[in-house]
């Protein structure tokens, strides 16, 4: 895939001074006592963004990432940065935690304005849609008002939550999806997981055209390096349709790091918990994998018809980890994702 060539790289003083004046934004969202209410007006509805060729997606992807901060804020900030970069980005996909804190009042609650609205901005993230999942922290009593968030197009309309568990299809190649997402709800409740994963193999299953990508995105691993020790019992439930859907990537957060780790046989376990929470450390000998740091930022896909290019980013917009994924590679992702070094914290 043609990537653009990269702009150099911001000297220390102007890194020193954005980072200055996010910090006094955040300053001031503190200084207000989280009610934000210079932020809070009347927001129009977002107009997507057209024109771009629907054989390649671009699409950022993190978690836990809702309560505010300043480190939210500056990976936000972040995201925007790379998009003007590549020039390029088709949706963001939220990956649970959308809201820390006191829960969430209804569609009018202030934090969606300071936790949401007004943290994702710019030319690329003011116009793309963001299709979240639901995490521990959003359940049970924030679940109901993200729903009717989204389900009434409440705000500028770029969260999307239809329903806990729901499917959509992204670009086209020769009439064929170029990729197909399962949101999966993974803080269902034991007795309505079945129903759930019914649902996932459904949607891999249905007729028409198969798509050239799989991904599943959730909010809980089924396999991590970090003392968030995966729940035996979804990965029980999941793992076999994973697995009989030949599902590519699982992207998922919960652990709040970066992490991929790759196993014979299994999906990609891709992990971006980074999103403005505090810190989880690594314990490596517990699982073999990829990559793994305890770093805040996001993790971005860039895919067509032949490859993937897997970056992830910190929360100061410098790559950290490049892979590549050759589509007509004969293996799985332990197999065909391969580790790209990096020159000058940035993917070629």
């Known amino acids: 895939m043609a990537r653009p060539v990269p702009r150099r790289r911001p000297r220390p003083w102007r890194r020193l001074r954005t980072g200055v004046l996010i910090a006094l934004l955040g300053s001031i969202v503190c200084a207000l006592g989280g009610a934000g209410w210079v932020f809070y007006y009347p927001i129009s509805p977002y107009l997507p963004i057209t024109g771009l060729d629907p054989t390649h997606l671009s699409i950022m992807a993190l978690g836990d990432q809702g309560n505010g901060s300043l480190r ?3 990976v936000a900030h972040a995201m925007e940065t790379i998009a003007e970069r590549d020039g390029r980005l088709d949706l963001v996909a939220l990956l649970g935690d959308n809201f820390y804190g006191k829960p969430l009042s209804g569609v009018e609650d202030a934090q969606w304005q300071t936790k949401f609205e007004k943290v994702y901005t710019g030319h690329w993230l003011s116009h793309v849609p963001f299709y979240a999942v639901l995490g521990n922290h959003d359940c049970p009593l924030s679940r109901d008002a993200e729903l009717a968030y989204a389900r009434q197009h409440v705000g500028s309309g770029r969260f999307q939550m239809p329903a806990s568990t729901y499917t959509r299809d992204f670009g086209q190649v020769d009439g064929r999806p170029l990729l197909r997402v399962v949101f999966f709800d993974s803080e269902v409740a034991g007795a309505d997981l079945g129903d759930e994963v019914q649902a996932m193999e459904q949607a891999f299953e249905q007729p028409g055209p198969t798509p050239i990508w799989r991904m599943v995105t959730a909010h809980h691993p089924l396999r991590s390096a970090s003392d968030h020790d995966p729940d ?13 859907q030949h599902v590519d990537l699982y992207v998922s957060g919960h652990d709040h790091s970066h ?34 740091a305890s770093e805040a930022g996001f993790v971005k896909l860039d895919l067509d018809a032949s490859h993937l290019d897997l970056v992830f980013y910190n929360e100061f ?32």
């Open 72 to 74: 939210q804020w500056r």
């Open 232 to 244: 035996s019992t979804l990965a029980a439930a999941l793992l076999p349709t994973l697995l009989r």
């Open 259 to 292: 992490q991929l780790l790759l196993r014979p046989g299994e999906p990609a376990w891709v992990i971006s918990g980074g999103g403005g929470q505090k810190l989880n450390p690594l314990f490596t000998a517990t699982e073999p994998h990829a990559f793994a």
């Open 317 to 348: 917009a410098d790559a950290t980890a490049h892979f590549t994924w050759q589509r007509d590679c004969p293996w799985l992702a332990n197999g065909c994702l391969r580790n790209v070094v990096l020159a000058n914290n940035q993917p070629p």
